[in-house]
């Protein structure tokens, strides 16, 4: 059984971190180390920190969702949850290297990727387990 507000608000702390990732990636890689980054701005913010905050953020909270499904559907949801992002975390982390010529670039923006992936794994994956209670029958 999940305890839903324990959870989403764990979903909403691991959406703040990733929020967070992402503005220390563009600080470290964009603004510290001059290597400019792919960032694809669908939001339209045109400021690069807020496009990878909220990317960041509507990912995590989206994985939460998905996590979510999982549990309520699936007979391990941590088995599929574990296989769905890490194949998008493959995903948005190559991305960026069919984006641009700069193998620097795009290499840095995937790792920026990785690292808001991981985060987000992780503390969700640490969120199920903290919210979740075998139920006997």
């Known amino acids: 059984m999940l305890r839903a507000g324990p959870f989403w608000g764990g979903a909403f702390a691991t959406a703040l971190v ?3 990732v ?3 990636g ?18 339209g913010v045109e400021n690069d920190y807020l496009a990878y905050g909220l990317a960041g953020f509507v990912a995590a909270i989206a994985a939460a969702a998905l996590l979510h499904l ?13 296989w769905i992002l890490a194949l ?4 948005a982390a190559l991305l960026p290297l069919t984006l641009t010529d700069d193998t620097t670039s795009a290499l840095c923006t995937g790792l920026v ?17 903290r919210t979740t209670a075998v139920v006997t029958t």
């Open 88 to 91: 998008g975390i493959v995903v």
């Open 26 to 43: 563009v600080l470290v890689l964009q603004s510290i180390l001059d290597v400019d980054l792919v960032v694809k701005d669908p939001a």
């Open 18 to 20: 990733a929020a967070l």
């Open 70 to 82: 999982l549990v309520v559907s699936t007979p391990r949801p941590r088995a599929f949850f574990g």
């Open 113 to 129: 990727n990785l690292l808001i992936g991981v985060a987000i794994w992780s503390l969700l994956s640490g969120v199920l387990a």
């Open 22 to 24: 992402g503005v220390v």
